[in-house]
């Protein structure tokens, strides 16, 4: 349930028309080496995409390549990387653990390069969207777009065993254990979304797909409402299924991005 296999990196921004540039930076704290893909556009202003589940920086579920593409089209200049224990990274890949640490280091690399915090955007998917949401909660971001976020780690382990055909009194009578047996060997104690998006004083846009099994729309709403920042906003995403909104409808997704981010990224 912990442990994440390491997918290869199978391919480059090459195949989709883009300059790049190959790139590592350590994790803010216990400096694993990270690395990534740095992706020149022609703003000021950059953004960071943070994959999700057992992916790695190709993440085939999202596309990530093709909305880098389409991201820099529109003038930003984007980071795509590997969190450790994922494709070239370093280090040891667990669930839901340490992200925020990986996606420190790589704003880090962002000002770097002479971005500040204010004109650095993020874009999560599924568990890169929690965890882009606890490094928000504790550290200053321009803009954060969530998308598939689920509200708290015990629903979404609950829709995950339902789709798997598991029923929720057996995953109830197992997930008391299931919680010790983490914490003891992996220290990992669980930190809801929906607990930490308050501590967020960025804007957020949260993103829903109608068809998600793993989050409901109530659930982000919620989220929507314990954002503090008056330019938060939600979207539902019609007949799409979990974080598959660009990929359904790709112009209409890098639209309403690009404006979220046009709007609320703070250019010095």
């Given at each position: 349930m912990m442990e994440i296999p390491r997918i290869p990196v199978n391919g480059s921004p090459a195949s989709v028309g883009l300059v790049y540039s190959d790139v590592s930076f350590p994790t803010q704290g216990d400096h694993i080496i990270l690395k990534g893909w740095y992706l020149p556009g022609q703003g000021d202003s950059a953004i960071l995409i943070v994959h999700g589940g057992f992916q790695n920086r190709i993440d085939y579920d999202v596309d990530t390549l093709g909305?880098?593409?389409?991201?820099?089209?529109?003038?930003?200049?984007?980071?795509?990387?590997?969190?450790?224990?994922?494709?070239?990274?370093?280090?040891?890949?667990?669930?839901?653990?340490?992200?925020?640490?990986?996606?420190?280091?790589?704003?880090?690399?962002?000002?770097?390069?002479?971005?500040?915090?204010?004109?650095?955007g993020?874009?999560?998917?599924?568990?890169?969207?929690?965890?882009?949401?606890?490094?928000?909660?504790?550290?200053?971001?321009g803009a954060l777009v969530l998308d598939g976020c689920f509200a708290s780690v015990r629903g979404m382990v609950t829709r995950q065993a339902a789709s798997k055909g598991i029923p929720k009194f057996l995953l109830d009578l197992f997930i008391p254990g299931l919680s010790f047996v983490v914490k003891t060997f992996y220290g990992y104690e669980p930190v809801d979304p929906l607990n930490i998006a308050p501590n967020v004083t960025c804007p957020m846009l949260f993103i829903h797909e109608e068809h998600d099994n793993l989050t409901s729309l109530e659930e982000t709403y919620q989220l929507f409402k314990a954002s503090k920042n008056p330019a938060s906003e939600m979207w539902e995403v019609s007949a799409a299924e979990h974080s598959q909104a660009y990929k359904m409808y790709p112009a209409q997704y890098v639209d309403r991005v690009d404006y979220f981010f046009a709007t609320r990224l703070k250019i010095p």
């Open positions: 909305l880098a593409r389409e991201l820099v089209k529109r003038g930003y200049n984007v980071l795509l990387f590997d969190p450790r224990g994922r494709g070239e990274s370093e280090g040891r890949g667990l669930s839901l653990s340490n992200i925020e640490r990986d996606i420190g280091g790589a704003v880090d690399y962002l000002d770097s390069r002479g971005y500040p915090a204010e004109s650095i993020i874009i999560g998917f599924c568990s890169g969207a929690a965890s882009s949401t606890i490094f928000a909660s504790e550290e200053a971001i």
